[in-house]
């Protein structure tokens, strides 16, 4: 009989006629048919990740016919177009390097799959596919021929609810019984009282604290016995290992004191030990988790969405859409939830979900996805749920639009867990070798203590836990970040880019006069409907100028960023934008921000804009460029050179009549020089410049101007605040400084006194999860602190 592994799964095999293979013996046919598949593929190098990385296929005929009804499987898609669809599948079985490397390259196994990604920490593969070519029923048997059942609920496909983990707080509960029932039981030991510790019960009592601690042994402390040995599988060693190799040699060395009578052992030590250790991970779960809601629940995308009720169009917020509402959606601007299409056509944008750039026709009846991008004219939509910001988020922060960034801090926690666990090994095998020819209690003392005092979590957490917190202050400031790299980002920034219009200006009051032959009530009201449809800052300022009315149907429409609108409507050409687009023969004399209109190819006139500059904003640039290099960038002439002169500090450098390719431009040139640059601009027409720039912030005023370029929306309120966050960044990066300086400190004063012998096992794993504790209150209070400065 032949029990060596099987070559795929690494299960010994029991049968008397193992299958061989390829020169490779595998314990069943599932496994020698992964196999095949692989190399049928090219993809046996799936096995040099791991050794037996793989799982046995299980029998899965007629489980997922239910797949085969297309009202189910389209619950179960993310987004579903014509010749694309996105589905997230949990995959439980995802455990190790090949998992991703085989999940990852299902385009390779399967026509019609496109991309897949996995996401480890939530055990999820998103996969791309093309619905024509290969259906979800394909995919799900694919994924099980491979040994990557995935897990899909009939129960609750058409609810978000995720299932509880509670076994975390099962093991807390067993540990707590068994240390508080073995302290119980080990009082007489401890006062050594002879009249009720009498020598015939002695024993029997220390057999019963032995069978105590081992639920405590091999069910609480199981977690970190299976860490240590997926890492030692792994060839890495973490810190899991130590605390196993504490655990272990505890328990060891207290059953042979009781078998040979020696003592008591150290069973309630060990009890505690786990308990604390336990209640400390209990503790790092829940703050994280509510630092994980904060973010992803509590704090909001500033932007906003127009909403039709009647003939009233109004400005909300994005998360107060409701199922039925009626919405409005301009050119270029980024649907928010899923919804009904009401106008004729429409032409929608989904690279962002996607990646792919090409428009779709969708007509009227047809439903709409979150994320789809409107290109042309305005349409009309139904609600059919209400926003969902997790799914926004994932968008925005998928790793598309991620730009390269070095991480210092990660750097350093990388480099420190690194050599910690070897290190702090040879410490407590040197320790145990120079006490055991001293005290033989001490010196095993001294080895747990060692073991169990000495911790990094501290240090790895240091950076998620100040980051998340200072991500749900800004979002509560309505200052919204795409993720926290953009914080350490904004530390580094020494260049600040604004751009004039919509940006340092507001939407709101700036004063419009008209010069030019008089336009009819019939004209101002084609106008009006052709710049319903446009989202930029003086498109909206001037359809806010003209008189309220019914809107015309428009029958062409096109937005040329940095020119001008071409539109039909009525039968009527209308042209509105700058001097060169509408082919005006005359110079403009006037400096001042203009835009031109033509009606049927005759030359009307121009609406002037007499800018209202935001409030604050001298003040503002005032503190900033006390430590930052600031230039204005402008589409528009030099009008107002002058007036920006006198509100702007001294030697910050205005650049005007810039269309969006120069803004890029000048963003780069910038970087060549060694700058890190911010770019504040209106997320629209300056897309260019805040993808290429360190960290790319859009303003919102009373328009959607969601874009997956920016790292940052910030709503136009808080625009004066901007001094505010920069500062909040920098002290963020500092908190963390210091947080690491205080973690290491807590290492070395911990070895210290674990080293001479001063320190319990008991009191080391009290210790432990206090440090976490310690260091998370730290990074809470300095980061809240340093929020609360003005």
């Given at each position: 009989?032949?029990t060596?592994?099987?070559?795929?799964?690494?299960?010994?095999?029991?049968?008397?006629?193992?299958?061989?293979?390829?020169?490779?013996?595998?314990?069943?046919?599932?496994?020698?048919?992964?196999?095949?598949?692989?190399?049928?593929?090219?993809?046996?190098?799936?096995?040099?990740?791991?050794?037996?990385?793989?799982?046995?296929?299980?029998?899965?005929?007629?489980?997922?016919?239910?797949?085969?009804?297309?009202?189910?499987?389209?619950?179960?898609?993310?987004?579903?177009?014509?010749?694309?669809?996105?589905?997230?599948?949990?995959?439980?079985?995802?455990?190790?390097?090949?998992?991703?490397?085989?999940l990852?390259?299902?385009?390779?196994?399967?026509?019609?799959?496109?991309?897949?990604?996995?996401n480890?920490?939530?055990?999820?593969?998103?996969?791309t596919?093309?619905p024509?070519?290969?259906?979800?029923?394909e995919?799900?048997?694919?994924?099980?021929?491979?040994?990557?059942?995935?897990?899909?609920?009939?129960?609750?496909?058409?609810?978000?609810?995720?299932?509880?983990?509670?076994?975390?707080?099962?093991k807390?509960?067993?540990?707590?019984?068994?240390?508080?029932?073995?302290?119980?039981?080990?009082?007489?030991?401890?006062?050594?009282v002879?009249?009720?510790?009498?020598?015939?019960?002695?024993?029997?009592?220390?057999?019963?604290?032995?069978?105590?601690?081992?639920?405590?042994?091999?069910?609480?402390?199981?977690?970190?016995?299976?860490?240590?040995?997926?890492?030692?599988?792994?060839?890495?060693?973490?810190?899991?290992?130590?605390?196993?190799?504490?655990?272990?040699?505890?328990?060891?060395?207290?059953?042979?004191?009781?078998?040979?009578?020696?003592?008591?052992?150290?069973?309630?030590?060990?009890?505690?030990?786990?308990?604390?250790m336990?209640?400390?991970?209990?503790?790092?779960?829940?703050?994280?988790?509510?630092?994980?809601?904060e973010?992803?629940?509590?704090s909001?995308?500033?932007?906003?969405?127009?909403?039709?009720?009647?003939?009233?169009?109004?400005?909300?917020?994005?998360?107060?859409?409701?199922?039925?509402?009626?919405?409005?959606?301009?050119?270029?601007?980024?649907?928010?939830?899923?919804?009904?299409?009401?106008?004729?056509?429409?032409?929608?944008?989904?690279?962002?979900?996607?990646?792919?750039?090409?428009?779709?026709?969708?007509?009227?009846?047809?439903?709409?996805?979150?994320?789809?991008?409107?290109?042309?004219?305005?349409?009309?939509?139904?609600?059919?749920?209400?926003?969902?910001?997790?799914?926004?988020?994932?968008?925005?922060?998928?790793?598309?639009?991620?730009?390269?960034?070095?991480?210092?801090?990660?750097?350093?926690?990388?480099?420190?867990?690194?050599?910690?666990?070897?290190?702090?090994?040879?410490?407590?095998?040197?320790?145990?070798?120079?006490?055991?020819?001293?005290?033989t209690?001490?010196?095993?003392?001294?080895?747990?203590?060692?073991?169990?005092?000495?911790?990094?979590?501290?240090?790895?957490?240091?950076?998620?836990?100040?980051?998340?917190?200072?991500?749900?202050?800004?979002?509560?400031?309505?200052?919204?970040?795409?993720?926290?790299l953009v914080?350490?980002?904004?530390?580094?920034?020494?260049?600040?880019?604004?751009?004039?219009?919509?940006?340092?200006?507001?939407?709101?009051?700036?004063?419009?006069?008209?010069?030019?032959?008089?336009?009819?009530?019939?004209?101002?009201?084609?106008?009006?409907?052709?710049?319903?449809?446009?989202?930029?800052?003086?498109?909206?300022?001037?359809?806010?100028?003209?008189?309220?009315?019914?809107?015309?149907?428009?029958?062409?429409?096109?937005?040329?960023?940095?020119k001008?609108?071409?539109?039909?409507?009525?039968?009527?050409?209308?042209?509105?934008?700058?001097?060169?687009?509408?082919?005006?023969?005359?110079?403009?004399?006037?400096?001042?921000t203009?835009?031109?209109?033509?009606?049927?190819?005759?030359?009307?006139?121009?609406?002037?804009?007499?800018?209202?500059?935001?409030?604050?904003?001298e003040?503002?640039?005032?503190?900033?460029?006390?430590?930052?290099?600031?230039?204005?960038?402008?589409?528009?002439?030099?009008?107002?050179?002058?007036?920006?002169?006198?509100?702007?500090?001294?030697?910050?450098?205005l650049?005007?009549?810039?269309?969006?390719?120069?803004?890029?431009?000048?963003?780069?040139?910038?970087?060549?020089?060694?700058?890190?640059?911010?770019?504040?601009?209106?997320?629209?027409?300056?897309?260019?410049?805040?993808?290429?720039?360190?960290?790319?912030?859009?303003?919102?005023?009373?328009?959607?101007?969601?874009?997956?370029?920016?790292?940052?929306?910030?709503?136009?309120?808080?625009?004066?605040?901007?001094?505010?966050?920069?500062?909040?960044?920098?002290?963020?990066?500092?908190?963390?400084?210091?947080?690491?300086?205080?973690s290491?400190?807590?290492?070395?004063?911990?070895?210290?006194?674990?080293i001479?012998?001063?320190?319990?096992?008991?009191?080391?794993?009290?210790?432990?999860?206090?440090?976490?504790?310690?260091?998370?209150?730290?990074?809470?209070?300095?980061?809240?602190?340093?929020?609360?400065?003005?």
């Amino acid at each position: 009989m032949d029990t060596s592994p099987c070559f795929h799964c690494g299960l010994d095999s029991i049968k008397t006629d193992v299958i061989v293979f390829d020169d490779k013996k595998f314990c069943c046919n599932g496994c020698k048919t992964v196999y095949e598949i692989f190399s049928l593929n090219d993809m046996t190098c799936y096995y040099d990740f791991e050794k037996s990385p793989g799982t046995t296929p299980l029998e899965i005929k007629g489980k997922y016919d239910f797949l085969d009804n297309e009202s189910i499987v389209s619950k179960l898609l993310e987004f579903r177009e014509d010749a694309t669809a996105i589905i997230s599948l949990h995959i439980p079985y995802i455990h190790c390097s090949s998992c991703i490397w085989i999940l990852e390259n299902l385009q390779r196994l399967q026509k019609g799959i496109s991309t897949s990604q996995v996401n480890f920490p939530e055990k999820k593969v998103r996969i791309t596919y093309n619905p024509t070519k290969v259906s979800l029923k394909e995919i799900v048997y694919l994924l099980n021929s491979i040994g990557y059942e995935p897990n899909i609920s009939l129960e609750n496909y058409d609810s978000e609810k995720i299932k509880t983990d509670h076994s975390l707080t099962y093991k807390l509960g067993v540990a707590f019984f068994c240390f508080g029932n073995i302290m119980l039981l080990s009082f007489p030991e401890y006062f050594d009282v002879k009249e009720f510790w009498l020598d015939q019960y002695k024993g029997f009592f220390r057999w019963l604290i032995f069978a105590l601690s081992l639920p405590s042994f091999f069910y609480s402390a199981s977690g970190y016995y299976v860490a240590a040995y997926k890492s030692i599988k792994a060839k890495m060693l973490n810190i899991e290992i130590p605390i196993a190799l504490g655990i272990i040699v505890m328990f060891v060395r207290s059953t042979v004191d009781i078998a040979f009578k020696y003592g008591s052992g150290f069973f309630d030590s060990l009890c505690g030990l786990i308990f604390f250790m336990l209640l400390g991970k209990m503790f790092q779960i829940k703050t994280y988790s509510f630092l994980s809601f904060e973010r992803d629940f509590k704090s909001y995308f500033p932007i906003a969405i127009t909403r039709v009720v009647g003939n009233i169009e109004e400005s909300i917020p994005v998360y107060d859409i409701q199922k039925g509402d009626r919405l409005l959606i301009r050119n270029q601007e980024l649907i928010p939830v899923d919804g009904i299409l009401i106008s004729e056509k429409a032409e929608l944008d989904y690279s962002f979900v996607t990646g792919e750039a090409i428009p779709i026709t969708k007509h009227s009846g047809d439903k709409v996805y979150a994320g789809g991008k409107q290109i042309g004219k305005v349409i009309e939509m139904e609600v059919l749920h209400t926003i969902s910001q997790s799914y926004l988020t994932q968008l925005w922060s998928n790793d598309v639009f991620q730009k390269s960034v070095t991480q210092k801090h990660k750097t350093i926690t990388d480099k420190i867990s690194q050599y910690f666990t070897p290190i702090l090994l040879l410490i407590a095998f040197s320790g145990f070798g120079y006490w055991i020819f001293i005290d033989t209690d001490i010196a095993f003392n001294v080895f747990t203590a060692v073991l169990i005092v000495a911790c990094p979590c501290a240090l790895a957490l240091t950076a998620p836990f100040t980051f998340g917190n200072v991500l749900r202050i800004l979002g509560k400031r309505k200052f919204y970040l795409k993720n926290a790299l953009v914080i350490e980002q904004l530390a580094k920034v020494d260049t600040l880019v604004f751009d004039k219009t919509g940006t340092i200006t507001t939407n709101h009051s700036a004063t419009i006069s008209y010069e030019g032959k008089a336009l009819s009530e019939a004209q101002q009201l084609r106008i009006k409907s052709v710049l319903r449809a446009s989202n930029h800052p003086l498109s909206r300022m001037l359809y806010d100028y003209f008189p309220n009315g019914k809107p015309i149907t428009v029958t062409y429409f096109q937005e040329i960023t940095g020119k001008g609108i071409e539109a039909i409507c009525d039968h009527v050409k209308i042209k509105i934008g700058s001097n060169a687009f509408v082919e005006k023969n005359e110079v403009d004399t006037i400096q001042q921000t203009v835009v031109h209109i033509k009606i049927d190819d005759v030359y009307f006139g121009k609406f002037i804009f007499n800018n209202q500059y935001r409030e604050g904003l001298e003040v503002l640039f005032q503190k900033l460029s006390k430590q930052y290099q600031i230039k204005v960038l402008s589409g528009d002439n030099e009008g107002e050179r002058g007036v920006l002169e006198q509100i702007m500090p001294i030697g910050t450098e205005l650049v005007f009549n810039q269309k969006p390719e120069q803004k890029l431009e000048f963003i780069k040139a910038l970087q060549s020089k060694g700058h890190n640059v911010m770019m504040v601009g209106d997320g629209l027409n300056d897309a260019g410049a805040l993808a290429q720039s360190n960290v790319g912030i859009s303003i919102s005023e009373n328009v959607n101007v969601f874009s997956p370029a920016c790292d940052a929306i910030l709503d136009a309120t808080q625009f004066e605040r901007l001094d505010y966050f920069l500062k909040l960044s920098k002290n963020s990066m500092r908190t963390i400084y210091m947080s690491f300086t205080l973690s290491l400190l807590y290492n070395v004063v911990g070895l210290s006194f674990a080293i001479t012998g001063n320190l319990l096992p008991l009191v080391a794993a009290i210790i432990m999860p206090l440090s976490t504790i310690t260091i998370v209150s730290f990074v809470t209070l300095m980061s809240n602190y340093y929020a609360r400065k003005k």
